[in-house]
């Protein structure tokens, strides 16, 4: 994996994303030492997954919490109690 600062992307815009695109490169953009971006080629996202996939995900463990959520209580009152606690 390469690691490249915001001026050097700025920089080499068109071959940073030449070396993405066409030789699989994954590469970490940061900012004053920290990782604020990663590129990557498409293909690299998640192969084995799609949107209909990860939605029906999201669905199933919406199902779960609403089995398990209390009568009355709003998820905004959970938050506010919760952060009470901390």
């Known amino acids: 994996m390469k690691s490249i600062g915001v001026r050097e992307l700025k ?24 990782v604020v971006a990663r590129l990557v080629p498409p293909e690299a996202e998640r192969p084995d997954r799609d949107a209909n996939g990860a939605w029906s995900d ?13 009568e009355g209580v709003t998820a905004a009152q959970a938050v506010a109690e919760v952060r009470r606690e901390l």
Do not use: F, K
Request: no cysteine; hydrophobic share 45%.
């Open 11 to 34: 920089a080499n815009l068109s071959e940073i994303l030449r070396e993405v695109d066409e030789d699989g490169q994954v590469v970490e953009v940061t900012r004053h030492g920290r």
């Open 58 to 70: 999201l669905r199933a463990l919406a199902a779960a919490i609403s089995a398990q959520w209390p």
